[in-house]
């Protein structure tokens, strides 16, 4: 059995991401930076936007990508940066993250016990 990164089918091949453009939007007070990863023929480019200096950073292949990419954002996130938003929006359906659950308690254990 082998094994594959998160990033290769079980073919072993790399998966071909199904959007060409994905964004990490990060804050820090009032600035914004922008993490893009475009997907072309040619391969893989990672742009930041900062400030409205773009810095661009070619890869060959996604296996090359990804680890830069996340010690990237773990350095953002290190240094007082806070993740804010993903693009494109993959949920699909109604948001229910505050939607009031009446019948439903799927966290009854966090409730605590009642004083006596």
Not at 23 to 52: A, K, M, P, Q, Y
Not at 57 to 64: C, H, Q, R, W
Request: charged share 30%.
């Amino acid at each position: 059995m082998h094994a594959f990164a998160p990033w290769c089918c079980r073919s072993g091949l790399p998966i071909q991401p199904d959007v060409d453009d994905w964004s990490w939007t990060f804050g820090r007070g009032d600035e914004r930076l922008v993490v893009r990863r475009h997907h072309r023929v040619e391969g893989f480019r990672l742009i930041v936007t900062d400030n409205c200096t773009e810095r661009s950073y070619p890869f060959s292949d996604l296996t090359a990508l990804v680890p830069f990419q996340s010690d990237m954002e773990a350095f953002l996130l290190k240094t007082g940066w806070t993740f804010l938003a993903f693009s494109p929006e993959r949920r699909r359906g109604r948001d229910r993250r505050n939607f009031p659950r009446i019948e439903e308690r799927r966290r009854w254990w966090t409730d605590g016990l009642p004083l006596a």
